[in-house]
């Protein structure tokens, strides 16, 4: 190179011969804007995936609150209506021992009185039906664990072995949920069914 100090022609050393590339200002700043363009597409896809996964969980959530609220509109009265089982049996209890000879000998005064506790009863009945407790009527019925208590085995040869031949004590379900299992006796002998 000849910048004017030194007339004679120099000897390049090798790194001299071949300069480096150099950057021009606005190649560098197109590589600084890629990186941030690429920086910036990342953290796009990191919030979408963010936002999806919240959107999830709210939905999720939405759907349990649901559930729940269901729940306790529908098992609400559970405890009421277990604590008023007694009632029901009370009043059954009443009715089953008024023998039927003894109904038919009885004056218009004891007629009226039994019928009384009859319709009661009816109506006790309908006012749990009405907020979804319903009596179970497992005679004739498979024996099912989750909505019998068996108490003890009868032979009965008309009915299939693990049929409910006898029911001890009513039993209440509300919606699927048992308030409190029917105490059942379940036959044993029988035919086998197939």
Same mark, same amino acid.
């Given at each position: 190179m000849?910048?004017? =100090?030194?007339?004679?022609?120099?000897?390049l +050393?090798?790194?001299?011969?071949?300069?480096?590339?150099?950057?021009?200002? @606005?190649?560098?700043? @197109?590589e /600084? $804007?890629?990186?941030? &363009?690429?920086?910036?597409?990342?953290?796009?896809?990191?919030?979408?995936?963010?936002?999806?996964?919240?959107?999830?969980? %709210?939905?999720?959530? /939405?759907?349990?609150?649901?559930?729940?609220?269901?729940?306790?509109? @529908?098992?609400?009265?559970?405890?009421?209506?277990? $604590? %008023?089982l007694?009632?029901?049996?009370?009043?059954?209890?009443?009715?089953?021992? *008024?023998?039927?000879?003894?109904?038919?000998?009885?004056?218009?005064?004891? =007629?009226?009185?039994?019928?009384?506790?009859?319709?009661? #009863? /009816?109506d006790?009945? +309908?006012?749990?039906?009405?907020?979804? &407790?319903?009596?179970?009527?497992? =005679?004739?019925q498979?024996f099912?664990?989750?909505?019998?208590?068996?108490?003890?085995?009868?032979h009965? #040869? +008309?009915?299939?072995?693990?049929?409910? @031949?006898?029911? *001890?004590? #009513?039993?209440?379900?509300i919606? #699927?949920?048992?308030?409190?299992?029917?105490?059942?006796?379940?036959?044993?002998g029988?035919? =086998?069914t197939?």
């Amino acid at each position: 190179m000849n910048d004017g =100090k030194n007339p004679q022609n120099e000897k390049l +050393s090798p790194t001299d011969e071949a300069p480096a590339a150099e950057t021009t200002p @606005a190649q560098g700043d @197109a590589e /600084r $804007d890629a990186a941030a &363009v690429q920086a910036l597409i990342a953290e796009n896809a990191g919030l979408k995936d963010r936002l999806l996964r919240t959107l999830a969980e %709210m939905e999720n959530l /939405r759907r349990r609150t649901e559930k729940e609220v269901a729940d306790a509109k @529908a098992y609400g009265v559970t405890t009421f209506a277990r $604590d %008023m089982l007694t009632f029901a049996d009370n009043l059954r209890r009443a009715l089953d021992n *008024v023998p039927p000879e003894a109904r038919e000998a009885a004056d218009n005064t004891l =007629k009226a009185f039994v019928e009384g506790i009859e319709l009661t #009863e /009816r109506d006790f009945l +309908s006012r749990l039906s009405r907020h979804g &407790v319903r009596k179970l009527e497992p =005679k004739g019925q498979k024996f099912d664990p989750n909505f019998h208590e068996a108490l003890f085995e009868a032979h009965d #040869e +008309s009915v299939p072995p693990g049929t409910v @031949a006898h029911v *001890v004590e #009513e039993g209440f379900a509300i919606g #699927e949920r048992v308030l409190r299992p029917a105490k059942v006796a379940v036959a044993k002998g029988g035919a =086998k069914t197939n």
